[in-house]
């Protein structure tokens, strides 16, 4: 089946370059989506759904998977945008009005702020694609759980490359480099039997060692402890950096908000994040 993506209906406006840009990627993404969503509703029928469902969109709204399918370009950062709608209910649970939703996952954080009402944008980055749609005024950075941690022209580095799933994290025995992953391995932050796949901390530790033995190579010498909490901090202070810019640099103050952590990585994160930025009120999952 040819799929079909039209400019016209996609983002009907001038300005060329962003009416292709967000054209091509709606093209690209189109047959992933009515994959996706055709199996998802054979899953669905298989176990006995027999009511309808809808999909998030970027900018928090709901459509039908119909829409999803033409249009997927207005659903490629669902993802955040749920977890920023999720987060304002939680913060109205405990009565906390302003919220900061804080997402880590393996390879960026995405966070967004909701004062009553959110913030929007109509034209964005995701990637190296510019998309005219509606989303979520979320900002991104580029530190995740796979952010790779080195030792570069004199100075400790947090991303912004990342080890991805493939080869992934040092600890999950694929060969991959030092990241996030596994310098909260080594902290103790993480429990080795909860990943749920099979996890060696000798590689982790092996990948530490080799960082340890380039800085002394640079007569950087430091002990493991040490450089731990350095990438620990630097990770910390980039994904505070991300809060600020949603923030203080628009005229709001984050000792205000209440953080709400989700993400693969999130709450191993979330109290040193609030630590940068002196928010005393922290809210992550249950089973973290």
Same mark, same amino acid.
């Given at each position: 089946?040819?799929?079909?993506?039209?400019?016209?209906?996609?983002?009907?406006?001038?300005? #060329?370059?962003?009416?292709?840009?967000?054209?091509?990627?709606?093209?690209?993404?189109?047959?992933?989506?009515?994959?996706?969503?055709?199996?998802?509703?054979?899953?669905?029928?298989?176990?006995?759904?027999?009511?309808?469902?809808?999909?998030?969109?970027?900018?928090?709204?709901?459509?039908?998977? #119909?829409?999803?399918?033409?249009?997927?370009?207005?659903?490629?950062?669902?993802?955040?945008?749920?977890?920023?709608?999720?987060?304002?209910?939680?913060?109205?649970?405990?009565?906390?009005?302003?919220?900061?939703?804080?997402?880590?996952?393996?390879?960026?954080?995405?966070?967004?702020?909701?004062?009553?009402?959110?913030?929007?944008?109509?034209?964005?980055?995701?990637?190296?694609?510019?998309?005219?749609?509606?989303?979520?005024?979320?900002?991104?950075?580029?530190?995740?759980?796979?952010?790779?941690?080195?030792?570069?022209?004199?100075?400790?580095?947090?991303?912004?490359?990342?080890?991805?799933?493939?080869?992934?994290?040092?600890?999950?025995?694929?060969?991959?480099?030092?990241?996030?992953?596994?310098?909260?391995?080594?902290?103790?932050?993480?429990?080795?039997?909860?990943?749920?796949?099979?996890?060696?901390?000798?590689?982790?530790?092996?990948?530490?060692? #080799?960082?340890?033995?380039?800085?002394?190579?640079?007569?950087?010498?430091?002990?493991?402890?040490?450089?731990?909490?350095?990438?620990?901090?630097?990770?910390?202070?980039?994904?505070?950096?991300?809060?600020?810019?949603?923030?203080?640099?628009?005229?709001?103050?984050?000792?205000?908000?209440?953080?709400?952590?989700?993400?693969?990585?999130?709450?191993?994160?979330?109290?040193?994040?609030?630590?940068?930025?002196?928010?005393?009120?922290?809210?992550?999952?249950?089973?973290?």
């Amino acid at each position: 089946k040819l799929e079909v993506s039209i400019s016209s209906e996609i983002n009907p406006q001038l300005r #060329e370059y962003e009416r292709a840009s967000t054209t091509v990627v709606n093209a690209y993404v189109k047959p992933l989506m009515a994959q996706y969503v055709g199996n998802l509703k054979k899953l669905m029928k298989q176990q006995g759904f027999k009511g309808s469902f809808l999909f998030m969109q970027s900018s928090g709204g709901l459509n039908s998977p #119909e829409t999803a399918i033409e249009l997927p370009v207005r659903f490629v950062e669902s993802g955040p945008a749920g977890g920023g709608q999720a987060s304002a209910w939680v913060g109205g649970l405990i009565g906390k009005p302003d919220i900061m939703s804080f997402d880590m996952g393996g390879t960026s954080t995405d966070v967004a702020r909701w004062d009553g009402d959110f913030e929007y944008q109509f034209e964005h980055r995701v990637g190296d694609a510019y998309l005219v749609a509606p989303a979520l005024a979320i900002e991104t950075v580029a530190a995740g759980g796979g952010s790779i941690c080195r030792f570069f022209e004199g100075r400790l580095t947090v991303g912004s490359e990342s080890a991805g799933a493939d080869p992934g994290p040092a600890c999950y025995g694929a060969g991959g480099p030092l990241t996030v992953t596994d310098v909260n391995l080594l902290c103790g932050r993480l429990d080795p039997a909860r990943f749920g796949i099979p996890i060696d901390v000798e590689a982790a530790r092996s990948r530490l060692d #080799e960082l340890l033995a380039v800085m002394a190579k640079h007569a950087a010498e430091s002990t493991a402890e040490a450089v731990l909490s350095g990438l620990t901090q630097i990770a910390d202070e980039r994904m505070a950096a991300a809060i600020r810019r949603v923030s203080l640099e628009r005229g709001y103050d984050p000792t205000d908000h209440g953080l709400v952590a989700f993400g693969g990585a999130g709450a191993q994160h979330a109290c040193g994040v609030a630590s940068c930025l002196a928010i005393d009120c922290v809210i992550v999952p249950v089973d973290a």
